[in-house]
């Protein structure tokens, strides 16, 4: 991959975008990470009117606070920061209150269950936190006629590792074709600051939560199969399995064909 051609490509598609929706440029969130390091040195070299980076921490580490305020200053990203650890408690906290009271009309032999596993309360606590993040970005987006632009990758996407939305909400994806090594080796090219390179891939869902401890294999394993097709048995089926478990996340909602007249 030539970097440098990679990377003008991007930029002008970025200008293009954001000129085809007559907006002013874009908007997107800074994680500290990767992905949303290479968006934004993109966003700062295209030839748009505006870049804003949106850096939301909610019960976070703090490095991924300090690493994403690295980023704004090595590309010079006008940055804002908006912490959503006490909104995200105390939305929490309403709807389990909400829960609480739940009634029903039904009798007690067709009154259906709404219990849950561990394991669902977790996941769906820790995807509230894109979800809230999400609604942030198109606020922004929608004061100041900015895109949002999502910060996936081609590896996320090809096994669904985004939370429907939340971070997979975007106008545009400009890093979607690039594989995470591919990512990576922009990043290179463009001056991410070796920290955020060098970091284990995670999206900050929990303590100690990491991409590939979530995928149940690594980066390098899925990209090796997403280029050519090929790999161990066990790395193809863990990968379609995802695939097929979240294809819903790329699609549009079903609706009903009823041909009414």
């Not at 809230?132 to 081609?154: C, F, H, I, W």
């Not at 100690?208 to 066990?234: A, F, N, R, V």
Request: contains cysteine; charged residues 25%.
């Amino acid at each position: 991959m030539d970097a440098r051609v990679v990377a003008r490509a991007l930029c002008d598609w970025i200008g293009a975008q954001v000129r085809a929706a007559r907006c002013r440029g874009v908007v997107f969130g800074l994680s500290g990470g990767l992905d949303s390091a290479v968006v934004a040195a993109l966003a700062m070299r295209s030839d748009i009117e505006a870049s804003l980076g949106v850096v939301m921490p909610c019960h976070s580490d703090p490095q991924d606070v300090e690493h994403a305020l690295e980023c704004a200053r090595a590309f010079s990203l006008p940055v804002v920061i908006c912490d959503l650890s006490r909104q995200y408690d105390a939305q929490l906290a309403l709807m389990e209150s909400a829960l609480s009271t739940l009634e029903s009309n039904t009798t007690p032999d067709t009154a259906p269950s709404f219990e849950y596993t561990p394991e669902r309360l977790r996941m769906a606590e820790a995807n509230l936190k894109p979800r809230l993040r999400m609604s942030v970005l198109y606020y922004y987006s929608n004061k100041m006629n900015l895109l949002v632009a999502g910060t996936s990758n081609r590896s996320e996407l090809k096994v669904g590792y985004f939370t429907k939305y939340g971070d997979g909400g975007a106008d545009i994806l400009p890093i979607a074709g690039l594989v995470k090594s591919q990512v990576r080796e922009l990043a290179e090219y463009l001056g991410v600051p070796r920290a955020i390179i060098e970091k284990p891939p995670s999206a900050g869902l929990w303590a100690g939560q990491t991409d590939e401890k979530e995928m149940g294999i690594t980066y390098e394993q899925l990209d090796h199969y997403i280029l050519t097709g090929k790999g161990p048995q066990s790395v193809v089926d863990r990968v379609e399995a995802l695939a097929r478990a979240s294809a819903h996340k790329m699609a549009r909602p079903p609706a009903p064909d009823l041909h009414l007249e």
